[in-house]
């Protein structure tokens, strides 16, 4: 699993269409305030490690959330950045547990729909944890 999160002073999402994935959530605007956005990705090898990957990096995200002293996350399911991304049913369940254990974590999280493009309005932070790359092994 691999992810780049970046710290917002806003955002906006608006459904835009749909993706060429087979798996399609329904969709609504999302907005945040002071939050991390995710930019999640899983990939081949998670499959067989669901759990633990997830775990891990929901721990890896509530880490970088405690050095920003925030509590708000959104989740957007992003498979563009690396060559092997995991099967469509796999990635979205491993992003609904994610969204789970961060919830259970107490954070206010929200999730872009699976399937779904965005047009994105966000006003990103300029400090030196605003953009962290992570892979999760």
Do not use: C
């Not at 749909?18 to 959530?25: T, W």
């Not at 990096?57 to 563009?80: C, G, R, T, W, Y």
């Amino acid at each position: 699993m691999r992810f780049l999160a970046w710290h917002l002073e806003y955002l906006v999402a608006t459904p835009t269409e749909q993706g060429r994935s087979a798996i399609v959530e329904q969709a609504g605007q999302v907005k945040a305030e002071n939050a991390l956005l995710v930019f999640a990705n899983f990939e081949k090898n998670d499959e067989t490690r669901q759990m633990e990957i997830v775990n891990k990096a929901a721990d890896e995200m509530a880490s970088i959330a405690a050095q920003l002293k925030i509590n708000a996350m959104v989740l957007n399911p992003f498979a563009h950045l690396f060559a092997e991304p995991s099967k469509p049913e796999i990635a979205k369940s491993m992003l609904d547990q994610l969204y789970k254990v961060l919830s259970e974590k107490g954070f206010n999280v929200q999730k872009l729909a699976f399937g779904m493009f965005y047009e994105l309005e966000l006003k990103a932070k300029g400090h030196r944890l605003s953009r962290i790359a992570r892979s999760i092994i």
